[in-house]
């Protein structure tokens, strides 16, 4: 059964810092990379940042260059996201999910990505 587990989010004020994690289990190797997503309140989900599962690369939006950082354990096991320098407007649930698509080869869409579970919250207050 495959799982993609979200956790650490939580509330911080704006400045602060959270690294939210991806626990993955029971992903075929048809799936190359991990992203991370985030929904606002009466906003579409967005793409964050991906990374490969099979090499070093890695995305980002550009709203959040300079300042979040994916990672991943050398086993693959465990996606993380780290958030420096939050703002207000990072306020929503982030999401874990897999794609069979190569991290930067395309835009991160939505529908490209499978595999998503309930997020976690994360609040930056000002």
């Known amino acids: 059964q495959v799982q993609l587990v979200e956790s650490g989010g939580g509330s911080v004020h704006a400045g602060g810092f959270l690294r939210l994690s991806c626990a993955v289990s029971?992903?075929?190797?048809?799936?190359?990379?991990i992203g991370w997503f985030r929904q606002a309140p009466g906003r579409d989900r967005e793409g964050v940042a991906c990374?490969?599962?099979?090499?070093?690369?890695?995305d980002y939006a550009d709203s959040v260059k300079d300042r979040f950082t994916i990672s991943r354990d050398n086993a693959g096991n465990t996606v993380y996201l780290q958030m420096n320098r939050l703002k207000p407007d990072d306020t929503a649930v982030y999401y874990c999910?897999?794609?069979?698509?190569?991290?930067?080869?395309?835009?991160?869409?939505?529908?490209?990505?499978?595999?998503w579970r309930q997020g976690t919250q994360v609040t930056v207050s000002s």
């Open positions: 999910a897999a794609t069979e698509y190569e991290c930067g080869d395309y835009h991160m869409e939505e529908f490209l990505y499978d595999y």
């Open positions: 990374i490969s599962r099979t090499d070093d690369k890695t």
């Open positions: 029971g992903l075929t190797s048809d799936y190359v990379a």
